[in-house]
């Protein structure tokens, strides 16, 4: 099956400085790599994602790059905001059992100091 | 619109007892999910339900028993409560069980076990 790590585990910049968050991946079969946010006591939300065609995606300060031969994708954060600070997870689809499920990276505790 | 709702969002129960939460998503999806997120924010599925059918079951106790009346819905029965069974359970839903489908995710039940 799938196995996603993902790195840091804990994120601290100041205000305006950017993020960036790593994950690998094992099943090179895997096609689809979403990334999540999830504030305090809420459930994940899709924040951005990018499928094995392209190799970089933006949307506003937030952008994806994939690299499908060293099987490592990253999120880009810019010009962060406080509001940024939450738990990003990195994810990919991969098939096991001749199914497909998500599996998760570890997440990482992004703070964004004002 | 709430897509993915779940209930109850906070359970507190004794050991050995029997509980089950609630999942219903309006998106017209056919996939849905649970999974569980433990207290150091790793997300495992648990099981995948396409078309009211079991898809994705993975190492999970038989005490955990999946149950979807229709494709709208997934509910989760848990019997003879463990305090290893404290986490938060998110249900979640997709459009298919594709290998490129986006899944979003209720707002997770907390289950405290004392």
């Known amino acids: 099956g799938e196995n996603v790590e993902q790195h840091p585990s804990t994120l601290s910049v100041q205000e305006g400085d950017s993020a960036v968050i790593k994950c690998t991946y094992s099943d090179s079969a895997s096609n689809y790599f979403p990334w999540y946010k999830q504030e305090l006591g809420k459930g994940p939300q899709l924040i951005i994602d990018?499928?094995?065609?392209?190799g970089e995606k933006k949307d506003q300060r937030i952008a994806v790059t994939l690299n499908k031969t060293a099987k490592h994708f990253s999120l880009h954060i810019t010009e962060t905001q406080p509001e940024d600070s939450a738990v990003y997870f990195c994810?990919?689809?991969?098939?096991?059992?001749?199914?497909?499920?998500?599996?998760f990276g570890k997440g990482t505790k992004l703070s964004v100091i004002p | 619109d709430t897509a993915v709702s779940q209930t109850p969002k906070y359970l507190v129960t004794q050991m050995g007892n029997d509980k089950s939460i609630k999942c219903e998503q309006n998106?017209?999806?056919?996939?849905m999910y649970w999974y569980k997120q433990d207290s150091k924010k790793f997300l495992k599925i648990m099981f995948s339900y396409n078309n009211k059918e079991l898809i994705i079951n993975e190492t999970v106790p038989n005490r955990f028993s999946p149950k979807s009346p229709d494709k709208a819905h997934l509910n989760l029965h848990i019997n003879s409560l463990e305090l290893g069974d404290s986490a938060v359970y998110f249900c979640a839903s997709s459009q298919d069980q594709g290998p490129d489908t986006e899944a979003f995710f209720g707002q997770g039940t907390r289950l405290t076990v004392v």
């Open positions: 994810a990919a689809i991969g098939s096991g059992a001749g199914s497909y499920q998500l599996t």
């Open positions: 990018i499928r094995s065609n392209v």
């Open positions: 998106l017209g999806h056919d996939t």
